[in-house]
């Protein structure tokens, strides 16, 4: 194809946008086109119609905040890019836009006179905070673009989870938290307007002056400090600039996703490649694509009768643009691996086995006894324990279960992939099964624990299989494969947040089973799931030879005799279908199927067999310890068992990140 062709299509590609986004805005405000004709200035709403109210203090004003806030996000965008050499870097990825939503969670539930008068500020300090984080996490490995997604993307799964634990541990559903994570666009008059456009040009003008030693920066470091640039305080300034715009957003109408990360790639894709054209394009893109996104909202409002967030429907790019983007990414190599970090074996791997099974009942013990009351601890002993028995028995049974499930299945894919990092919750599994078990909801009138189940575990397995596809067609390095898993997390999520933002009936059934609760396991469902791990366990045993010889590399399974397509199809079949039997109970969230099989190896057990079995049995541990923690820390309100285990887990994936990649 020539490059004149490419232009032509390039041109026309933008014009079609640029068009659309006109179009569907011109046909939503005339739905409202009054017959009295249209206001004259200046605006009087004692003398208007109610058609004409809507249009000038709902549907313009929502068009011009469509427009300055993907203008925002696209500035954003572009200098996080550019700063960072990163192409799949924005607010979203990089945690600032979640760090800004826990900010305004926590300022609401305990200083809720602090959004009344400095709402700004308090996006702004959640925003810095997230942006710092991940700076130093990404500073230990020279800001590698996987290192800096990695850390951002599980910054904002904690921040998320804190959120939600925060407002949970109150004791009420606050649905204008909920609101405004949807990020909807609404509009009651133009004071949001005026304060938006205020903070874009400001930020436009403070772009013009950076502009210039971006493109400097642009070269290396060691270049632009020879030329006499400040390194340090350019990056300082730039990312700040960064965080400003994208928590001016947040503030303003909440979590508005990957319109940061879409503009400047559309920009890109269009032939513009110089630093301060991508700056100028990237607004105009992202003003464009935001308003698109919200004339296909409202439209989609008008035909359904639903009404969709638009920040919920952008989050929906997310996962293919990452997908798409992945390839593009220029993967650093660390100057040192610690090779040797982890080379420490047991020598007698079996005597410690039975040490971790002699632990978990004696814990099991101690969990089922020990409890919180309002005057404080207590240990339940006799009738008083017997008593409580049939209510925390199922539920601790169950958790273990699913703690071992998930660690057999984080156990499998990290050895499959040659990936110490690799994990049900990481690399999308538990996302896919969320799919599926709201497909099950949304398919059958009256589903049961076998349809909600089986949908659950078919989800689970075809976005296994398609992550897997996806990085074995494009030999992609095995470090890559995480963020693919993390692009169809996002996906899945996005999906789930859509279908409870219709505020349909089912969709508390998915917000349910999001949060992980256990407080309705029954005797039969714990001893169902109990067995279900065993039988899994049991057969995943009869494997260990695939489990020993697939991380060897695709030419030792050849010389072996060893079929490799069909021992991982079987393997990936056991990781997922033991990712969605325990999701069921415990949610999307958790990261014991990382943690666990990391801990095993940490301890030295190497061998598969031992490997295996020392993960399931620390994950039982960390599960039950995350029951416990669930109905005691924040008494008398208990919090979600999935949500609880994966504040703990979170941190301990970045604590890792940190160390290795």
């Not at 666009?185 to 903070?199: P, V």
């Not at 596809?469 to 992609?476: D, E, G, H, T």
């Not at 991380?551 to 079987?570: C, H, K, N, Q, T």
């Amino acid at each position: 194809m020539s490059y004149a062709t490419q232009r032509i299509r390039r041109r026309l590609l933008w014009s079609v946008t640029g068009c659309t986004a006109a179009l569907l805005c011109l046909y939503n405000i005339l739905r409202y086109a009054p017959a009295s004709g249209w206001p004259s200035l200046p605006f009087d709403p004692g003398s208007m119609t109610i058609d004409q109210i809507i249009i000038v203090y709902g549907l313009l004003p929502r068009a011009a905040v469509a427009l300055l806030c993907g203008a925002a996000l696209g500035l954003s965008g572009a200098l996080l890019q550019r700063l960072l050499r990163n192409p799949i870097a924005d607010p979203s990825t990089l945690g600032i836009s979640s760090g800004a939503q826990l900010a305004m969670v926590m300022a609401t539930l305990y200083a809720p006179n602090l959004i009344e008068s400095s709402r700004g500020l308090v996006a702004l300090s959640g925003a810095g905070g997230a942006a710092a984080l991940v700076l130093i996490l990404g500073s230990r490995r020279d800001l590698d673009p996987v290192v800096m997604i990695l850390g951002g993307l599980l910054i904002s799964i904690t921040a998320g989870a804190l959120s939600a634990a925060l407002v949970l541990s109150q004791g009420e559903y606050l649905m204008s938290l909920v609101a405004w994570n949807g990020g909807a666009l609404s509009q009651q008059d133009w004071l949001t307007t005026r304060n938006l456009l205020i903070q874009l040009a400001l930020g436009i003008v403070a772009t013009a002056i950076l502009a210039r030693p971006l493109v400097i920066l642009g070269l290396d470091d060691s270049s632009a400090r020879s030329l006499g640039l400040s390194v340090g305080a350019l990056r300082l300034a730039v990312v700040a600039l960064a965080v400003w715009l994208a928590a001016s957003v947040s503030a303003a109408v909440g979590l508005v996703s990957f319109v940061g990360l879409a503009a400047p790639s559309l920009v890109r894709l269009a032939g513009i490649r110089r630093t301060s054209s991508v700056l100028v394009a990237s607004p105009i893109a992202g003003a464009f694509l935001l308003w698109l996104a919200d004339g296909f909202v409202q439209l989609l409002s008008s035909s359904t009768g639903e009404t969709f967030p638009t920040g919920a429907v952008t989050a929906l790019l997310g996962g293919p643009l990452l997908l798409w983007l992945l390839p593009r990414l220029k993967l650093r190599q660390p100057a040192s691996q610690k090779s040797g970090q982890l080379a420490h074996r047991l020598r007698q791997p079996i005597v410690w086995l039975a040490v971790l099974l002699a632990i978990i009942p004696l814990l099991a013990l101690l969990i089922l006894s020990l409890g919180r009351i309002p005057d404080g601890w207590v240990i339940s002993t006799g009738a008083v324990f017997k008593d409580l028995l049939p209510w925390r028995g199922p539920r601790l049974l169950a958790a273990a279960s699913a703690g071992a499930l998930l660690a057999l299945a984080g156990t499998v894919m990290q050895r499959i992939t040659g990936n110490p990092m690799a994990g049900p919750e990481v690399m999308g599994i538990s996302g896919g099964a969320g799919v599926g078990f709201a497909a099950a909801l949304y398919i059958f009138a009256a589903p049961g624990p076998a349809e909600l189940f089986g949908g659950a575990a078919i989800g689970a397995i075809v976005v296994l299989l398609a992550v897997t596809a996806y990085v074995l067609k494009r030999n992609i390095p095995t470090d890559r494969l995480l963020l693919a898993g993390i692009a169809i997390s996002s996906l899945a999520s996005a999906i789930l947040s859509l279908l409870i933002a219709t505020g349909d009936p089912r969709s508390w059934q998915i917000l349910v089973w999001i949060s992980g609760s256990s407080l309705s396991v029954t005797f039969t469902q714990s001893i169902v799931l109990a067995g279900l791990a065993i039988v899994i366990l049991l057969v995943s045993l009869l494997c260990v030879r695939w489990l020993e010889i697939l991380p060897l590399g695709d030419a030792m399974p050849l010389s072996l005799g060893l079929s490799e397509r069909g021992s991982r199809i079987v393997l990936i079949s056991l990781a997922a279908i033991s990712t969605a039997a325990a999701s069921m109970l415990v949610g999307p969230l958790s990261f014991v199927g990382l943690m666990a099989p990391h801990m095993a190896r940490l301890a030295g057990f190497r061998g598969a067999a031992t490997h295996l079995l020392a993960a399931c049995l620390i994950g039982m541990l960390l599960m039950l310890v995350a029951d416990w923690g669930s109905r005691t820390v924040t008494f008398p309100y208990e919090q979600p068992l999935g949500l609880f285990a994966s504040l703990v887990g979170a941190p301990y994936l970045i604590w890792l990140i940190s160390r290795k990649i």
